[in-house]
């Protein structure tokens, strides 16, 4: 029985105690993977900040809201986990919040308090954003993991050939086996399968969780 590890859903990054930074996506793809494999008889962990899954046999669920939350999981599930394959598909933040600030009557940035709520008194707010870690990057290097490691990549606006050569070097990066690769215009219908040596294949969505699946069986653990 092969044991998956897949990741769904955003990453909320906190502004103060009330409210925060995410992004547009809630997680179907990575449910509808899931799900695909447990039913096909494999043994999986859904680790998602969506609220909204429908339970199936040998579908183990973890739930996660911030982006640390996620990071603490995903290190202690890969490094302890003896999971067969990682599908990495959550949209994870970019950036953090590593200060909120305000203006005063010389209109110079002053730090504010985010440890409660930032009032909303002050006519304009500045958020100084910083990079977060690459979870994907972690996961072979900081994790140890020896299995498949399925990644994700969206862009918007790209050419095919853009898009090829964008996710060639990032499932390379990462030191993937298969990155899935699309365009927020057309990221409902398709998809790319490219592997690091730059093959690619488009599969439609309604087939994506099936051909993942055909993939890491054919995957030996080790690769």
């Known amino acids: 029985m092969k044991k998956v590890l897949v990741t769904a859903g955003s990453t909320r990054v906190p ?7 995410t992004n547009i996506f809630q997680g179907k793809t990575g449910h509808d993977i899931a799900r695909y494999m447990a039913r096909e008889g494999a043994d999986v962990t859904l680790v998602t900040s969506n609220n909204d899954v ?15 939350e996620l990071a ?25 919040v590593s200060g909120v600030f305000a203006k005063d009557d010389a209109d110079r940035l002053v730090p504010l308090d985010s ?12 958020f100084e954003l910083v990079p977060t870690e690459k979870l994907i990057d972690k996961i072979r290097a900081d994790w140890g ?35 899935i690769a699309n365009n927020l215009e057309w990221y409902r219908s398709a998809a790319l399968f490219i592997t690091p040596d730059g093959m ?9 969780a099936g051909e993942i699946w055909k993939k890491i069986n054919v995957t030996e653990k080790g690769k």
């Open 15 to 21: 502004i103060d105690q009330v409210r925060a930074i």
């Open 54 to 68: 429908v339970g199936v046999d040998r579908l183990r669920v973890l739930r996660y809201s911030t982006f640390d």
């Open 72 to 96: 603490d999981i995903m290190a202690m599930e890969i490094t302890d986990g003896a999971y067969d394959a990682v599908v990495h598909s959550a949209a994870v933040s970019d950036y953090k």
């Open 115 to 126: 440890a409660k709520k930032v009032s909303s008194a002050h006519p304009n707010l500045y």
């Open 145 to 179: 993991f020896e299995g498949m490691i399925v990644k994700f990549k969206l862009e918007v606006g790209k050419t095919y050939s853009e898009l090829i050569s964008i996710a060639t070097a990032s499932v390379r990066a990462s030191k993937a086996d298969l990155i």
């Open 200 to 208: 690619s294949v488009t599969v439609g969505r309604p087939e994506l």
